[in-house]
């Protein structure tokens, strides 16, 4: 286990590191160091509450499970509150006070999480039912995704969605019970796009990029460009020429095509190796924690990390259509960043009540994990 949080430190450390260099090279022509310290604010803060959180025994979220999700749903609401959401390039997802802005889905990524371990630990018996399994998780689950979802925020809502339905099943519930639920969703996603004529240009500009590469599919296609024209070690740091105005928003979503452009085809396998080890040694603690609710609470943010990045590596190399999501550690954004670390925080909770656990052998009944 000491491994494993080894590891797991090193890979978000170096992730974190090579996210700040990457925002100041990003935007050193445009002030990059008032970016940078933002960032550094945010990074942090985050720091403080991964610290905090590994030092504070996990099980302690199942007390505030449900306060959790409530204070979620609130910041979800605030979103419609005029002069308190704050609306950026067509969506409603942050909330505003005094010039700070917090977007309000990343803290319900770990609410929902919080709140679905909590369920499959207190009804594990009653997984294997429709009712337990599927139709209860459906309605609060369903809740929070609606409201992300009208943001609009289909990204998050997906990726929401998908993790949900992981841990879920690492909880009891047969994977065949999701087929008529998973068929709806789907179809009712495919409805909603097609009459969205925003989201239906992009799927079209990612099946047809070299049609759409003056229009739609500009960013995706110039981040093709950037990854392009950098070979196997880059352009060296700080010489990219597709953040000159060519990439939009390349210190957020599209942060990996600079990176791309200026270290290279190799830091970029590294960023995808560092992603998968965190993913492995997220695997590794949950597998390896003393009871259900650590299982499920370590198995959801492990899913939640990997999917985020699978996604954002996906629609950089045009592997996938544009969603709009961050990539871990690395883009900018304080909000992401801060739940990250919280959820890196949680993980070496899991892991350090796993070696109290191996370390009082005699102290492992349920009548000791329920005195916690």
Request: charged share 10%.
């Amino acid at each position: 286990m000491k491994t494993a949080v080894t590891c797991l430190v090193f890979f978000v450390a170096a992730l974190l590191a090579l996210g700040m260099v990457m925002l100041y090279s990003c935007k050193m022509n445009e002030n990059g160091g008032g970016l940078l310290l933002r960032q550094l604010i945010w990074g942090g803060v985050g720091v403080v509450a991964c610290v905090s959180v590994a030092s504070t025994d996990y099980r302690g979220f199942k007390k505030i499970a449900g306060g959790l999700y409530a204070v979620a749903i609130l910041l979800l609401l605030a979103v419609l509150i005029p002069h308190v959401g704050h609306a950026s390039h067509g969506a409603r997802r942050w909330v505003g006070f005094h010039g700070f802005l917090f977007q309000s889905s990343e803290f319900a990524k770990l609410a929902l999480i919080v709140a679905m371990a909590w369920y499959g630990d207190r009804f594990k018996r009653h997984m294997p039912t429709w009712k337990r399994g599927i139709a209860v998780p459906a309605l609060f689950g369903g809740l929070l995704l609606g409201l992300i979802y009208v943001e609009p925020d289909r990204g998050t809502t997906i990726l929401l969605a998908v993790v949900s339905g992981v841990m879920l099943i690492v909880a009891g519930v047969p994977w065949t019970k999701f087929a008529l639920p998973g068929f709806l969703a789907v179809g009712g996603l495919a409805v909603s796009i097609f009459h969205d004529p925003m989201r239906m240009k992009r799927i079209f500009s990612w099946l047809y990029l070299e049609e759409h590469k003056d229009g739609v599919g500009y960013q995706a296609y110039q981040a093709m460009l950037a990854l392009g024209s950098g070979g196997w070690f880059g352009l060296g740091l700080g010489n990219s020429r597709q953040k000159m105005g060519f990439v939009p928003e390349h210190q957020t979503d599209f942060i990996l095509s600079i990176i791309g452009e200026e270290l290279g085809f190799v830091a970029t396998v590294l960023v995808i190796v560092s992603f998968i080890a965190i993913v492995c040694c997220g695997i590794h603690i949950s597998m390896k924690a003393p009871d259900t609710f650590g299982q499920l609470l370590g198995s959801g943010i492990t899913f939640l990390i990997g999917m985020q990045a699978f996604i954002n590596i996906g629609v950089v190399t045009s592997a996938l259509p544009n969603k709009g999501l961050p990539l871990p550690f690395i883009s900018y954004g304080g909000s992401n960043l801060l739940v990250m670390l919280t959820c890196v925080g949680v993980l070496i909770s899991i892991a350090s009540g796993s070696r109290f656990t191996q370390s009082y052998p005699a102290e492992t009944s349920m009548g000791r994990l329920q005195t916690v």
